[in-house]
């Protein structure tokens, strides 16, 4: 994801930004974040450690924010928009400021062959993430009933995110990933 913000980006919104990991990956690369995430708890764990300088948190639905039209370089989902409307993905694009990129990492609900294929080849690595993330917390010494973002199952098949992306988004790019999820990205044009 962070391979995906344009050079020279100043300015990116966060949507679903749970504790603000990826908000401060953003922030130290000298952008002006806004992170966004509905759950009061979870802006609250986020802004609990030193602020960052860069990192605006806020409290906040995405789906009923007035953004700023053409102002964000850069705007993430990061296992968020499954969460809202996909129609939503509408008012990213239009915060979009010229040459900047929506970039979503996504997760479908598995409905075809295909899916379930992918699904198998993901559980060796899987556990084996799951055995990665595990270690981490136990070396970093953070406890199992840390604040975490609240999650739900998807709703959207991939070919229902293919459809309603081609009708929101024109130019995008979409590849199927393992761990059921999917990457979307949307790149504005220069001159709109």
């Known amino acids: 994801m962070v391979r995906l913000v344009p050079s020279g980006a100043r300015t990116a919104l966060d949507v679903g930004c749970g504790t603000g990991r990826f908000a401060r990956r953003l922030a130290a690369r000298g952008i002006e974040v806004d992170a966004v995430d509905p759950s009061p708890e979870v802006i609250e764990a986020a802004g609990s450690p030193p602020p960052v300088d860069g990192v605006r948190f806020v409290c906040a639905d995405a789906t009923r924010m007035d953004l700023p039209e053409r102002h964000y370089d850069y705007i993430s989902c990061l296992a968020s928009l499954h969460h809202m409307p996909f129609g939503t993905v509408s008012a990213f694009r239009d915060a979009l400021a010229p040459g900047g990129v929506l970039a979503v990492l996504g997760c479908y609900a598995e409905r075809t062959a295909s899916d379930f294929a992918w699904s198998l080849a993901a559980v060796p690595a899987n556990a084996g993430a799951r055995l990665a993330v595990a270690a981490r917390e136990r070396a970093t010494g953070r406890r199992a ?28 790019k979409l590849r199927r990933l393992l761990f059921w999820r999917y990457l979307l990205v949307y790149r504005k044009d220069e001159h709109a």
Not at 145 to 172: I, K
């Open 145 to 172: 009933g840390a604040v975490r973002a609240p999650v739900r199952p998807p709703e959207t098949s991939l070919a229902d995110v293919r459809r309603e992306a081609a009708a929101l988004l024109p130019g995008f």
